[in-house]
């Protein structure tokens, strides 16, 4: 099938790839001249696992082909898939690509296209979308919802092997024309070179794919439910983290127990620096502002978005009540973007703790896998280091902020040598407490215990596991002029 797909970004390329990649002709438009280029070169803009590789083989087949201008692009398809970002003012989406791409759909067009929208947007925008191109054309064109739910780092799967596939939408011929371009996908069919990059999911998905077809306000609202429920279940366990610390308690240890409880489910329960990146932050912030904006107080979505903003601090709070004071330490950051396999810096909480470092004058030294530069004022005020040894040379605390795969096998003991304080901050729990133990540090993970200490009857109670044995105090303080345990004097004060 002739498909057009505008918007070349993580969901956009993704869509274009895999549906080249399953036999249709798909032609993709974007506004940015540089990318275009970059992509008819043979360049992936950012780091996708399967993209590069089927972008290519698109390339190669000639299924694949990019474009600025829509009237290369839109004449000859059949169906159009609306990909490009909704950002946010506040607590409203910002609609406005979405609005110039369906304009570019309204002039090119052909009469019988069937105008997909994958683009998160709030409920209504399908309509909206349906009389901004009746009005622009002078004739209906038929309009689709179809919320994509792929995730960074398993997008190519997500989008081959998904767990469902909903379609909202009022006429269902056009229901029909989007069900024959998934046919393939729906039916578990991929061909060859596709098949690849589904292994592993045979266990978890089902064949044939659900197929949910519903009014477009459901499908538009199904999509912020799903990202906000995953969101509220994060911030529900580093609740129960932050109370497990308290108690001496192992919130790894409750969330795998919770897990196993098939009505709860082990995803999205792994306690950390919160959620981040470009879709969490913004939908719960839009669904929230939709919900208020009609009366409806979204208490749920407000406190786990509390608790996420909480969450963030939790790595400055944890430095501080172990190294007491910030001001002048060094911080090897390991880990930048907002997960691991991608290189998306967007909304990562590694940034935002660089930030409040450097504000509290600490110097910090990163390293990621994935993400060699940053960006304006962290360029110039955050080190980026070759590898994790380098980041950790000179350091008084080794910070993880994100769990790539191979941070669970870092060289302890060299790192340890390396360091000028042994404390290791394990903000996604992805290091062994008793490995890092073992290699001599002081280790503090989110909910694990220790760290801070409950009084009970006036003394400190020592929380169940082994960093709290330790005094935090008796950690070398960084000038002898500035003791362990002396008042911080750090700008931004002990409430953060
Ligand atoms: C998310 C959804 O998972 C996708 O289904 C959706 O299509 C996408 O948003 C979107 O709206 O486009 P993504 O943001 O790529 O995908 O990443 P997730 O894997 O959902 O992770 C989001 C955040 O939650 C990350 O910061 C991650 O570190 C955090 N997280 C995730 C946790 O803190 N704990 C967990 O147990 C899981």
């Not at 069919?189 to 794919?209: C, H, N, Q, S």
């Not at 409806?296 to 501080?320: C, G, P």
Request: hydrophobic share 45%; proline share 7%; charged share 25%.
């Amino acid at each position: 099938m002739e498909i057009a797909v505008i918007g070349a970004g993580h969901v956009g390329l993704v869509c274009a790839a895999c549906l080249a990649g399953i036999g249709h002709r798909v032609r993709v438009q974007d506004i940015d001249g540089d990318r275009v280029e970059e992509l008819a070169r043979g360049e992936t803009p950012f780091l996708e696992p399967g993209l590069d590789e089927l972008l290519g083989e698109g390339r190669k087949s000639g299924r694949l082909s990019f474009h600025t201008d829509p009237a290369d692009a839109l004449p000859d398809a059949k169906l159009i898939f609306i990909c490009v970002p909704t950002w946010t003012n506040g607590d409203t989406a910002d609609l406005s690509a979405v609005v110039a791409a369906a304009s570019a759909v309204a002039k090119h067009a052909a009469d019988d296209a069937v105008l997909v929208n994958r683009s998160t947007s709030p409920v209504g925008t399908l309509e909206y979308i349906r009389t901004l191109v009746e009005e622009e054309r002078g004739s209906a064109l038929d309009v689709v919802s179809n919320p994509e739910f792929l995730a960074e780092g398993t997008a190519v799967a997500d989008f081959l092997a998904p767990y469902r596939i909903v379609i909202g939408a009022w006429e269902e011929w056009a229901v029909e024309r989007l069900v024959e371009a998934y046919r393939p996908i729906l039916d578990g069919l991929l061909p060859e070179p596709t098949r690849r990059w589904v292994k592993g999911r045979e266990a978890t998905r089902t064949i044939p794919v659900p197929l949910l077809i519903t009014a477009p306000e459901t499908a538009e609202l199904t999509k912020y439910a799903a990202n906000a429920f995953l969101a509220v279940k994060i911030s529900f366990i580093n609740e129960m983290a932050t109370i497990a610390d308290r108690f001496g308690a192992d919130v790894d240890e409750v969330s795998t127990a919770l897990g196993l409880d098939p009505r709860i489910g082990p995803h999205f329960l792994a306690a950390g620096l919160g959620w981040g990146g470009s879709c969490f932050p913004k939908d719960i912030l839009v669904l929230k502002g939709m919900a208020e904006t009609s009366g409806v107080s979204a208490r749920i979505l407000s406190a786990a978005n509390e608790v996420n903003t909480d969450q963030r601090r939790w790595v400055v709070h944890k430095l501080r009540s172990n190294l007491k004071t910030l001001l002048g330490r060094r911080v090897a950051l390991l880990g930048l973007s907002f997960k691991p396999n991608t290189d998306d810096i967007r909304n990562a909480p590694a940034l935002e703790i660089a930030d409040d470092l450097v504000r509290l004058n600490v110097h910090v030294r990163a390293f990621d896998p994935a993400v060699t530069r940053l960006p304006a004022p962290l360029d110039g005020s955050v080190e980026i280091a070759a590898d994790p040894i380098a980041a950790a040379t000179g350091a008084d605390a080794l910070v993880v902020a994100t769990e790539w795969p191979q941070f669970a096998d870092l060289p302890l003991a060299e790192l340890r040598a390396v360091m000028r304080v042994p404390l290791l901050i394990d903000g996604r729990n992805c290091i062994d407490p008793d490995r890092a133990r073992a290699a001599g540090f002081i280790y503090v993970g989110v909910g694990r215990g220790g760290g801070d200490v409950l009084p009970i009857n006036g003394r400190a109670s020592g929380a169940a596991t082994g960093e709290s044995r330790q005094d935090p105090a008796s950690l070398t303080p960084m000038h002898p002029a500035m003791p362990a345990g002396r008042p911080t004097t750090d700008p931004a004060g002990a409430g953060r």
